[in-house]
């Protein structure tokens, strides 16, 4: 497949290459923090204070599911006076016991790894929370727990309902005092993101139009996605999977000052410079830095150095920088700027975003 980056702007290639609406669907994710809020407001969730605070919270989930908890752990910072963890496998942590709260996440309600885990969290009357499709498994196994369960309409794509996952974790921490989350921030984030689809849609040309630059800047090199905090961190963590996913891209991640201990050297490897010689032009790495307006000052002082490394080896860098006051906010814009990008991507290599035939017939041969 050749990368054609005429096809961004054609707006009939466009709606061609993407029957399953995935534009769409990244554009929805500020409807996705209201309708979210509004569900876990409604559900029993406020009451999930009623009996302290835990001593430790653990998130269950794969995929955006994982990435809910790992939102949760970013937003709720170094100040988070327990530890949050999520766990992307069939069993808990042997330490977890009935003081922790273990949430339970689940688009489908039917994920066997999440189900397992819930099942497990039962069984040593750990504290629940579920979230995930109505009438599922998991809305079964919250029932006869007691539990609250917050639902997830199983509507379109699972990748792009990632903030109808998070927003329950969120309002939960709220609950239980560990971040200041009223509605002012929920409505300030879904207004940014709301601002971001309009820079990005698919009417917009690549000159301007952010998601389409990026995709341009990615295509046809390595990309190597780095955090400057643990909140961008999972921005780029998300990058990456989505750039797998959307896009049928390979990409790395990481976060500073741990990757420039070790992917760092890559800077000086066979695919640090694009070989003018080859047929194809060649590929190399290409650098994009998550930035974040709390680095910590040595953080900020690596950062200045990478870039000048890596402008000394002709290695080309992006940087990106979320915007916003609540940390919230700031993760937002830089996951909504990579889901659109990889989008992009995917059209311009004239692949469907939604398909992914691998993961699909890999089910099917684990269930065989």
Same mark, same amino acid.
């Given at each position: 497949m050749n990368w054609e980056p005429d096809r961004l702007d054609d707006q009939g290639l466009l709606t061609e290459g993407d029957p399953s609406g995935m %534009?769409?669907?990244?554009?929805? /994710?500020? +409807?996705?923090?209201?309708?979210? #809020?509004?569900?876990? %407001?409604?559900?029993?969730?406020? /009451?999930? +204070?009623?009996?302290?605070?835990? #001593?430790?919270?653990?998130v269950?989930?794969?995929?955006?599911?994982?990435?809910?908890?790992?939102?949760?752990?970013?937003?709720?910072?170094y100040g988070a006076p327990l530890p949050v963890l999520t766990v992307r496998s069939y069993r808990l942590p042997g330490w977890i016991g009935a003081t922790d709260l273990v949430i339970v996440v689940s688009r489908s309600g039917r994920t066997e790894e999440t189900l397992a885990v819930?099942?497990?969290?039962?069984?040593?009357?750990?504290?629940l929370l579920a979230v995930g499709g109505p009438d599922s498994p998991l809305q079964a196994v919250a029932r006869q727990a007691g539990a609250p369960f917050v639902p997830v309409e199983p509507d379109g794509s699972a990748r792009a309902a990632l903030w109808s996952l998070t927003v329950p974790l969120i309002v939960a921490a709220a609950e239980l005092g560990l971040i200041v989350a009223g509605e002012d921030v929920f409505e300030e984030t879904a207004r940014r993101l709301e601002d971001i689809a309009h820079r990005c849609r698919p009417?917009?040309?690549?000159?301007?139009?952010?998601?389409?630059?990026l995709a341009m800047e990615i295509a046809e090199t390595v990309p190597m996605i780095w955090g400057s905090?643990?909140?961008?961190?999972?921005?780029?963590?998300?990058?990456?999977?989505?750039?797998?996913?959307?896009?049928?891209?390979?990409a790395t991640w990481g976060e500073i000052p741990g990757s420039d201990h070790s992917q760092l050297a890559v800077l000086d490897g066979p695919l640090a410079r694009r070989d003018v010689f080859a047929d194809d032009g060649g590929?190399?790495?290409r650098l994009f830095v998550l930035r974040d307006v709390e680095e910590h000052r040595q953080v900020t002082r690596r950062c200045e150095a990478v870039l000048r490394l890596a402008e000394d080896r002709d290695v080309r860098v992006t940087q990106v920088t979320g915007e916003g006051t609540h940390p919230l906010e700031r993760l937002a814009v830089l996951i909504e700027l990579g889901d659109f990008a990889s989008t992009y991507l995917a059209l311009g290599y004239g692949i469907d975003p939604s398909a992914v035939a691998a993961i699909t017939e890999l089910k099917a041969r684990v269930s065989q």
């Open positions: %534009l769409r669907a990244v554009a929805a /994710s500020a +409807a996705q923090i209201r309708t979210s #809020r509004r569900a876990a %407001l409604e559900s029993a969730l406020p /009451s999930i +204070a009623r009996d302290g605070r835990p #001593r430790a919270i653990v269950a989930g794969l995929g955006g599911a994982g990435t809910a908890g790992d939102i949760l752990n970013a937003v709720c910072g819930a099942a497990e969290a039962v069984r040593r009357g750990c504290r009417a917009s040309e690549s000159f301007i139009n952010p998601g389409k630059s905090t643990p909140l961008t961190a999972v921005a780029a963590r998300r990058w990456a999977s989505q750039l797998n996913e959307n896009g049928k891209y390979p590929r190399a790495v």
